[in-house]
C-alpha cells in the first residue's frame, strides 16, 4: 500500500505521526511481541518525541534502531541518539535507555558500521544470510532527495551485500556516518516518510511527478513486501496541489 497525506500544521502531523505509530506498534506486539522501529535524525526528531511523550501504546515492548547516525559521541550535537536524548528527559517517557540500539563510536568507522550490523542480526535472532525485517522505518528526506545517509550518485545506493554501511564522504556534515543500506530499508514492513518545508517542495514534485530519468535516493525506497507511507506538510506540498 502506498498513501499520501497532506497535513496542514505541527499538530495534525504529530497526530498522524501517533495514529501509524500505534497502528503498528500494536501489530507488531500482537505479532511477536516487540516492536522493532527504526528513526531518523533531523526535524523528525522532535516530531517522533512528541509523539513517545505521549500515553503510546506498549513502549516498554519497543526496541528501537537509528536508520543512520552521525560517526560522533553521543554528548555531541550532530549525535542523532544524542538528539533524542536530549528531547525526551527522564519522566517524560517510559523508554528505557537499553531499549535503543545505539553505534559504537569506540571503534574504527568501518568495524563501527560492521558491529552494528551484527547487533541487529543478534536482536532479530538472524543468520548472516537472513534479512532483517523491521516493522516500522521512520525516513526523513533532505532538499537533494537523500534518505538516511544515502546521497545522490554515490556508490552505497549501489550496495546490495551489506546490510549497515559506513561513509566517509558524506556531502553533508559531518562527513563520517553509518546508513542503511536499500537493502535493509526495502525489507521493511513500511517505510514512512515524513517531509516538511518549502525547501522540499522541488524534490516532492519530482518523486510524485516521477518525471526525471535520474531517480532520488528517496525514489528508490520501494519496499518488497511492506507499506510506503507519506506525510508531507502544505509547503512541501504546494506544487502538487496547484
Known amino acids: 500500500m502506498d498513501s499520501l497525506t497532506i497535513i496542514e500544521s505541527k499538530d495534525e502531523l504529530i497526530t498522524k505521526l501517533k495514529e501509524e505509530i500505534e497502528k503498528r506498534a500494536k501489530d507488531a506486539i500482537e505479532d511477536h511481541n516487540e516492536f522493532r522501529i527504526g528513526l531518523s535524525g533531523g526535524s523528525l526528531v522532535q516530531y517522533v518525541s512528541d509523539v513517545m511523550s505521549c500515553a503510546v501504546t506498549g513502549v516498554e ?6 536508520c543512520d547516525e552521525r560517526f560522533v559521541e553521543e554528548s555531541q550535537r550532530d549525535s542523532t541518539y544524542g538528539c533524542y536524548k536530549r ?25 563501527c558500521a560492521r558491529d552494528y550490523e551484527r547487533r541487529i542480526l543478534k536482536e532479530f ?9 523491521f516493522d516500522l522505518l521512520i525516513l526523513g528526506m533532505g532538499p537533494d532527495g537523500h534518505t538516511c545517509s544515502l546521497f545522490p550518485e554515490h556508490s552505497l545506493l549501489k550496495e546490495t551485500k551489506r546490510l549497515i554501511a559506513a561513509i566517509d564522504d558524506s556531502p553533508k556534515p559531518p562527513s563520517q556516518r553509518i546508513t542503511m543500506t536499500l537493502p535493509l530499508i526495502n525489507n521493511a514492513s513500511c517505510c514512512l516518510f515524513v517531509i516538511t518545508g518549502e525547501s522540499k517542495a522541488a524534490a516532492v514534485k519530482q518523486i510524485f511527478s516521477e518525471s526525471s530519468d535520474t ?28
Not at 515492548?61 to 537509528?66: D, M, R, S, T, Y
Not at 528531547?87 to 531499549?99: I, M
Not at 531517480?215 to 496541489?241: C, H, M, N, R
Open 61 to 66: 515492548n519497543w526496541k528501537i534502531f537509528f
Open 87 to 111: 528531547a525526551l528527559p527522564d519522566g517524560q517517557t517510559f523508554l528505557k535507555e537499553e531499549q535503543f540500539v545505539k553505534i559504537d563510536t569506540k571503534l574504527s568507522l568501518d568495524d
Open 125 to 133: 535472532n538472524c543468520s548472516d544470510n537472513q534479512m532483517p525485517k
Open 215 to 242: 531517480p532520488f535516493p528517496v525514489q528508490l525506497v520501494k519496499p518488497v513486501k511492506g507499506d510506503l507511507l507519506w506525510i508531507v506538510d502544505t509547503s512541501a506540498a504546494k506544487v502538487l496541489k496547484k
